[in-house]
């Protein structure tokens, strides 16, 4: 029943997709962006993201990319390889993590 509960608002709001309007993209850009979104399964991501915060009282997507932790991260460059990672509120504490700064 709570499976339920948290599952059927999410589906509804995902059931239908997404769409993006861009006045820069051209037709072909924007379906190669959809088609990484889908091949990626980040949709999954993102529902199960939206199902630990609705269990959980929070949630969050991490970019996981295969960099050094020592290195400071402003952004991710063309053509880098990626992965999205969802966790819940209690995995975003990182008061006993061990932080490179």
Known sequence: MLKTTLQ?????SMSKGFE???EILEPQDI???????????FDEKIRNCLERSSLYGG?????????DMRQRNFGLRKGEEFDLVPVDRW????TNANIYY
């Open 8 to 12: 059927t608002p999410i589906e509804d």
């Open 20 to 22: 993006i309007e861009s």
């Open 31 to 41: 379906d190669a962006i959809k088609d990484f979104y889908y091949d990626n399964k």
């Open 59 to 67: 949630a969050g997507l991490i970019i996981a990319m295969d960099r």
């Open 91 to 94: 995995q975003l504490n990182f």
